[in-house]
């Protein structure tokens, strides 16, 4: 059967619990979290008798079927690199996109598949402490994998073939275009970071939207979700009160659920684009006094970075 992610799914192992959900068994239990402080190729797990065994028929980044004799017990996560790609090593810190089709080893059947659909799975950040750095560890992109993950008193083991398709960018990479007259100025450092000059003007009062990069992916429809960067300033003081870029770094948020000039910048832009936006009270946080939100009665800017995309499951 082909099944799809309701929610983000940030690791294999949440994947693997998904996946399972379909066939009624429970997912292998967890392995235990790698040492932070280790590098991304300390971390991965070893090569084994069953990772090894698996013949995968079908080519990278399209969906195949995995052969292997059924019945084994599987004691540790397993992983053998089944090609190299020549693509970039995966670093700490880096947002990978993967595809994975997964198969119960006790019946061979074929739990599922991910990945393999445009904007099915959003990119996950690989860190050393993350579960996740066992399975990819530092592959290069264009690296086709097989896992076996272990068996449990629940379940079966489960063997997984996984694609690392691509690591995506930490700011809008899109060709740039024209700034619209009037709109707050944005310069960039280095590193993609966005610093916002207020024009001295009163503010807009109605949405004020322009494209500063066009991107050329999927574009973000209503209820998808979006991973993204954003950098918001207050019109009034020119004061930045919240980014992602000196917080954690790029963020989403289940079915975009952001104010509501946030969400109308995003539909319809495509992955890559860079967006300015301008988003008065009414379609912010609201009228001064209507709530006591800090921001209310504010209109705000925002810089955003649409790095990737999950489409809403129908």
């Not at 954003?230 to 790029?250: A, I, K, M």
């Amino acid at each position: 059967m082909r099944t799809r992610p309701i929610a983000l799914l940030s690791t294999v192992a949440a994947a693997t619990l998904l996946l399972a959900g379909c066939s009624g068994g429970a997912a292998p239990e967890s392995t235990e979290t790698p040492d932070a402080s280790a590098d991304l190729c300390a971390v991965a797990a070893a090569s084994g008798d069953a990772s090894d065994s698996v013949t995968i028929d079908g080519t990278f980044g399209e969906v195949s079927a995995a052969t292997f004799e059924l019945g084994q017990t599987v004691d540790e996560l397993q992983r053998t690199v089944v090609s190299e790609g020549d693509g970039e090593e995966i670093s700490d810190g880096d947002y990978v996109s993967y595809a994975l089709s997964a198969f119960d080893a006790e019946t061979g059947d074929r739990l599922g598949d991910a990945g393999y659909t445009a904007a099915e799975l959003l990119p996950a950040k690989i860190t050393a402490d993350a579960s996740l750095a066992q399975v990819l560890g530092c592959a290069t992109v264009g690296s086709r994998l097989s896992v076996a993950f272990p068996t449990s008193d629940q379940a079966a083991a489960q063997f997984y073939i996984i694609d690392v398709l691509g690591i995506t960018p930490t700011a809008a990479w899109g060709t740039e275009q024209e700034p619209a007259d009037g709109m707050p100025a944005v310069t960039l450092a280095d590193d993609g970071e966005p610093s916002v000059e207020i024009p001295d003007a009163d503010a807009p009062s109605d949405l004020q939207i322009s494209v500063l990069k066009q991107g050329d992916g999927a574009a973000v429809a209503a209820g998808d979700t979006t991973l993204l960067q954003y950098h918001g300033v207050n019109w009034d003081t020119g004061e930045v009160f919240d980014s992602s870029w000196q917080n954690d770094g790029p963020i989403s948020i289940q079915g975009n659920t952001y104010v509501e000039g946030f969400i109308q910048a995003l539909e319809g832009q495509k992955v890559g684009s860079q967006v300015l936006v301008v988003i008065p009270p009414a379609l912010g946080y609201g009228e001064a006094g209507s709530s006591e939100h800090e921001l209310a009665g504010q209109t705000l800017v925002f810089v955003i970075d649409i790095l990737a995309n999950q489409t809403a499951v129908q």
